[in-house]
DNA sequence: TTTAATTGATATCAATATAGTATCAGTTAT
DNA sequence: ATAACTGATACTATATTGATATCAATTAAA
């Protein structure tokens, strides 16, 4: 069971990058290259977090995109939603069988709580709390 | 992003049915007719299930499968492992990029963390107290 | 003003995972 | 002997995931 699959990993990896040069363009290609994403797949993450409004581009010769959104604002849970749509623990459950029989329907319960955990869980992990993480790291290693 | 696939979905229910039936043996034919799970399908969950030792079975006439270990012991992480492989956030995550940029592995402890509550939440999650949710759910309704 | 570096928008493809079906051999209670 | 079962395996269809390719439009700069 992967929890992140590549994409949502490479939209945080990307985000990073924008959020460690925050109101500079930064090229996909130049993201592609530090951090080993592949070009063109990143570059249809970036154009799906354009239409969420979370990052910028400009066309052109030093264009490039810029990071729109107060990274404390951007959580994973957010990143999950746009590239895995929203976390459920199990469409059939919640229909079919155990809402048919009302008596099963206990099973829905534990479960969505579950879902609420796992959903707080990622919504605390936000890219300006991965940024500060990576600056402290970074400050230990020197 | 679904949690739980439909083998895992199934396999829990068809545990729920041999464990209302301890010591006797079920034939996945009644439970696939009563859970509405797809014959074949359920066939292959039990056969993994029994190479798990969760369950037993008996070939022949009056065959079937019955539960062999405690429902207690028997959590929902567990299941998943089984059907759909042991809960990781992000395979590559740890690999390539990150652990070989030392200070990107701060990543790795945020979503190790993650993985962490999510696995003991459905550690929690036995198919003994879902066993007992369902009961008390029939005295309230009945 | 041409050119090269860029994004916008799509289309396509391959690999893998998920969900489900079919078949046939072997076992056993009746 | 037979019908109700499991064991084992092979197969198919569809969806998801991961990745690539192409071409038009834009723009800074030579």
Same mark, same amino acid.
């Given at each position: 069971m992967k929890v992140l699959t590549k994409n949502t990993d490479y939209a945080i990896r990307a985000l990073l990058a924008l959020a460690a040069k925050k109101g500079c363009y930064v090229s996909a290609k130049s993201i592609a290259t530090e951090h080993d994403i592949p070009y063109q797949f990143l570059r249809g993450l970036l154009q799906e977090m354009i239409r969420h409004d979370l990052i910028v581009s400009k066309e052109g010769v030093q264009g490039g995109f810029m990071i729109k959104k107060d990274p404390d604002t951007i959580s994973v849970t957010q990143l999950i939603e746009i590239? /895995?749509?929203? *976390? /459920? *623990?199990?469409?059939c459950m919640f229909r079919k069988q155990i809402c048919a029989n009302r008596a099963r329907c206990v099973l829905r319960h534990e479960i969505m709580r579950i879902e609420q955990v796992v959903q707080s869980e990622f919504e605390k992990v936000t890219i300006g709390k991965l940024m500060r993480d990576l600056e402290a790291a970074n400050q230990v290693k020197s």
């Open positions: 590239f /895995q749509g929203k *976390v /459920q *623990v199990s469409e």
